[in-house]
């Protein structure tokens, strides 16, 4: 478990490497553009709820205790943005996502590049499936989501619901980025949960990985693209046919 583990840690930097090579780099510019946008947004609107809701929500007289609570509720709504933001990224760059797991396949197996309107058709019924398995994946992860936001009112208990919380995303991360080139072969989403749940110490690998990444000011930019590299390499090099 623990070598399964690392084993899928070391997949995301590799996924970083391999999007730097010629040929590949194009895939990723509109990517991180999408990226900047959404993380630009997400920091501003974030700062602003929540300087204003806690303000709201402690006695005019207690104000002092915003500099206690405040830190607290940064450190939980940082992992809340992360988890919100590489999936919110995820969905807007599916179609390039796709494109480029596609592309990543057929390097790794040495074949050679689809005919241009082969090509287009198999762009445009992979982002189809694509969307469907990941919105499919979404409301799997909302309905378990939902018990540890509760937990994450109560004293005592959400001091271990943030570890819990943290082990939750890692793994719907890598669920996410899974899904897009098993997606790719058409296989269904329960296929892919399933493909996932035999492989979890490779998964929570890879997704804490994705997680650290996404907590790393710039490279932060690269999630999509490298976690998209990442989740295609292990489906090629480690996921049984």
Known sequence: MIQEFLNGLTYVPRGLLIILRPGLRRFVILPILISIVLLGSWLGLSTYWLHSWVEHLLPHGDQWLFWLIEPLLIIVLIAGMVYSFSIVANLISLPFSTFLAEQLELRIRGASPLPPGEGLKNLFNNTIVGWKTQFTCLIYQIIRMLPLLVLSFIPMLNILTTWVFF???????????????????????????????????????????????????????????????????????????
Do not use: D, H
């Open 167 to 241: 082990a939750f995303s890692a793994w719907m991360l890598s669920l996410t980025y899974m899904s897009t080139p098993m997606g790719n072969q058409g296989l269904p989403f329960n296929q892919i949960l399933k493909t996932c749940k035999a492989n979890k110490g490779l998964m929570l690998g890879l997704g804490s990985g994705l997680m650290l990444l996404a907590l790393t000011p710039i490279l932060n930019l690269l999630i999509v693209p490298a976690g998209t590299a990442a989740a295609t390499l292990i489906w090629m090099e480690k996921i049984p046919r």
